[in-house]
């Protein structure tokens, strides 16, 4: 039931059935998917497990037996957590470049934010203790990059939306 997608070792694309339930159009699903193509295209876990490694070597070197302790238990989980939201935004931005070069439309991915940003309100960790930027941010941002567009027909997703809402109970 949970709202999720990612990008698995290898470029495969998990799609949870909840996140199928919570979209209400083709071209949210699109720009999820184009957001989670960009995780793989841009091989962000293989880049952050490079620098979890390099960073942990760093601190091992730095403080000897005291990197293992919570304190660089702490330093590398927050080291870690910003490496993060700043692969979700570059993310998003790739993920946005995709939809036009494909002519969909790329407002899904901001309305499917700002739906995400409603469930979120009072339940949001503080942005240093997340691993992804706020939904509210995201969507912000999107509608800001969309904004400065010149006006574009887009084609629509060819999609049977009723049947894949259907086979997911949604």
């Given at each position: ?12 694309i998990v799609v949870?059935s909840g996140l ?56 590398a989980k927050l ?92």
């Open positions: 039931p949970e709202v999720n997608a990612f990008a698995a070792p290898g470029g495969v949870f199928l339930r919570q979209a209400q159009t083709p071209e949210e699903v699109a720009g999820v998917l184009a957001h989670e193509i960009g995780h793989v295209e841009l091989r962000h876990s293989l880049k952050a497990a490079v620098k979890d490694l390099g960073f942990q070597a760093l601190l091992s070197f730095a403080l000897g037996d005291l990197a293992s302790t919570l304190a660089g238990d702490l330093a080291t870690e957590l910003q490496f993060s939201r700043d692969a979700e935004a570059e993310a998003d931005r790739y993920g946005l470049q995709r939809l036009l070069e494909a002519s969909v439309d790329p407002r899904g991915l901001p309305t499917f934010f700002a739906r995400l940003a409603q469930q979120e309100k009072g339940l949001a960790l503080p942005a240093m203790l997340s691993t992804h930027p706020p939904s509210k941010e995201r969507m912000e941002t999107m509608e800001g990059s969309i904004g400065k567009l010149p006006p574009k027909d887009y084609r629509p997703v060819e999609l049977d939306w009723a049947a894949v809402r259907a086979a997911v109970g949604g």
